[in-house]
């Protein structure tokens, strides 16, 4: 109806990409850190043809200079086989992608990013981005004295790692840790969730620290987002949903003890 405020609860998310995403930013003391890793688990899998996004994302730093950011998640994509990916791609700061390796991996989509990757709903998959070393000019157009492999894998429910890639960024340090749901599907279709356990740093001396606390944020209903996304905290598990009615207010800290 003409005239008629959208209330962010039915049709599909106005946003500029087209999805609406809510995240939970990593609460941290500064560090040098080199890593940055969470277990995720798809307890609900999305029942439309409408991508879905999960993952973890970190900034890249050097010399306190921000050098790009980028994202390692699971995907329900519509595209690949079974529908289940793995994307592992970023941004520099002026808004081009990341260069990398190419990816063993084969992709139904032929994306760099993107690529074929079988996952099962209620399993755990370990997520890990981790500096790998310097970059050899000879393997690299790109490369530079101080360009720098960071790797982003996927550990599965029986143990065994998959290297989706290496991303090549000038900065040896990471930093602004969180995760996200990045949802394509319309407001109102059927209900997901995800859950997120053990999120951890590592930093230069190879010491681990476990984050305990997280930063909730939406995508506003004015940004073109869902209203009924959530996240909160549920048998040691930070977990976030959709279609559901929220229960967590935008900016809220949530704790969980580490497991």
Known sequence: MAGVRWDGRAGPPRSANGASSFHLTWQ?????????????????????????????????????????????????HPHHPGRTAVNWGGYDPGGGELPGSTSALPSATDNPNTRDLPWAVGAPYRLRIARHGPVDPATSETASART????????????????????????????????????????????????WRQLALTDEQGRVAGVDTVRVSYQTVAEGGCARTDSTVEAGALVQRTSVRRVTPQGALLSVSRS
């Open 28 to 76: 941290v003391p500064p560090g040098a850190w080199v890593a940055a890793e969470a277990t995720l688990e798809i307890v609900t899998a999305p029942s439309v043809d409408a991508l879905s996004f999960w993952a973890l994302q970190v900034s890249f730093v050097e010399d306190g200079r921000h050098r790009g950011a980028a994202h390692l998640g699971l995907q329900w």
């Open 148 to 195: 720098i492999a960071w790797r982003g894998s996927v550990t599965g429910p029986t143990g065994e790692t998959v290297v989706v890639r290496d991303l090549h960024v000038r900065a040896r340090h990471l930093a602004d840790p969180m995760v996200w749901s990045e949802v394509f599907a319309d407001c109102d279709a059927p209900a997901t969730e995800v859950r």
